[in-house]
């Protein structure tokens, strides 16, 4: 009999399970926690970790999360219905064919630059405002490309999802991580600025140069016939127009309106139904349209809430602290290179407790800190050994929802994503671990 590998939901039904058992053989326990005035939000006071009654989490508890966790993750399952249903209606009305068509069409002779400024997009979209659920919306768009100029659709979510994610990693201006961390570790943001930005550029194109040299596919030819100049209507023309200046419009508001997940939704909401207007599909098409659309994301949807439940059952049962003073412990005897290894190590791990960035610096910040103060070194080294790994792991595992919707929605299965992105996953690794040592004497 074939072994078949497990459907992504399969995969995180397995992670609940598993964190259910953990609260079994994990005992419960808490740090204290306090308000941070300048971020606004509750961090760990480092020293103060006590073991709690154990709160073993029960079948129905287990349940129970699944819904939860779906109803926890709303605001971002609705963006991605009402992002994906617009992109849905842009592709219907076919000028997303005509556009991609008409992009390959200009850079025939060079289609490295094509996926360059393709890679740049989006990875200045991860290092300004940590773009990731909203690139699951565009998978269509990432199906097509990958077809039209003949490589492998991996290399192309590598160039998207993947460059979004090494750019939230290595960004020095990244609000969910690094800037985040920063405060945290009260630490003046403009030290190590232009070390950070040497980084920052490095992983860019080692990232993107690994993924243009792998991803091409050499078996097929494209003949010549299929770079026929191709005309843009009017129609086409507005629509692209419209659906560019929402991929503008979004970052703006993200970072200058202090948007949320409403105001994105609400911004492509207009967009697609006005795109579906201006092509003729009328009302009722326009919403048919939106209803398929609905269809498509919905599975996507349904993986970031599940995501959520792994998190939320460890939160349930108090384990997650206990894990982390466990792991952090240990490195206050270690020699001063072999404690920021063990901490960017230790960050690697955490990030599978805890999938969300933000919520791992306000935890783990706290702790590495003092740490840091032990050994006579930079806080910053305790930022960088965290922003890495944090981000990086976001590429491979299993609980970050967002990763596993944009694969699922490309058909791309996780063990397949797996053995594609591992070597270059490690590349990235191996730079943000250099860069951790190099910092012990730059910021010396």
Known sequence: MKFSFPNPMVILLGFLILAALATFLVPSGSFERELDEETGREIVVPGSFQLTEDRNVTLFDTLLSIPEGIILGSDIIVLILLIGGAFYVVEKTGALQVGIEALVYRFRNSQFILLVIFSCFFFLGGASFGMQEEIIAMVPVLVLLAKKINYDLRAIIALSLGSALVGASFSPINPFGSLLAQKIAEVDFSQGFLYRMVFLVLAFFS??????????????????????????????????????????????????????????????????????????????????????????????????????????????????????????????????????????????????????????????????????????????????????????????????????????????????????????????????????????????
């Open 207 to 444: 990232w993107t140069a690994f993924h243009l040299r792998w991803g091409k596919i050499p078996s097929v030819n494209l003949e010549k016939g299929e770079f026929a100049p191709v005309r843009i209507s009017r129609s086409h023309g507005i629509i692209l127009l419209l659906t560019g200046a929402g991929m503008i419009i979004m970052p703006w508001g993200i970072i200058q309106k202090d948007w949320g997940y409403n105001e994105m939704s609400a911004l492509f909401f207009v967009i697609g139904t006005a795109c579906g207007l201006i092509s003729g599909l009328g009302v009722n098409g326009t919403a048919r349209a939106y209803s398929q659309g609905f269809s498509e994301m919905i599975f996507a949807g349904v993986l970031i809430g599940l995501a959520r439940s792994v998190y939320l059952i460890l939160e349930k049962a108090q384990v997650i602290d206990t894990l982390i003073q466990a792991m952090f412990s240990p490195l206050e005897a270690l020699p001063t290179a072999m404690a920021s290894v063990g901490i960017f190590v230790t960050q690697a791990l955490v990030h599978g407790l805890v999938p969300s960035t933000s919520g791992q610096a306000v935890l783990t910040i706290p702790l590495a800190s003092p740490l840091m103060d032990l050994l006579t070194v930079s806080r910053q080294i305790a930022v960088l050994s965290y922003q890495y790994p944090a981000g990086l792991m976001d590429l491979v595992i299993p609980n970050n929802g967002g990763m596993m919707a944009v694969i699922a929605a490309a058909g791309v299965a996780y063990n397949e994503w797996i053995k594609y992105i591992w070597k270059s996953f490690a590349l990235l690794l191996g730079i943000g671990l250099i860069s951790c040592l190099l910092a012990l004497f730059w910021f010396a």
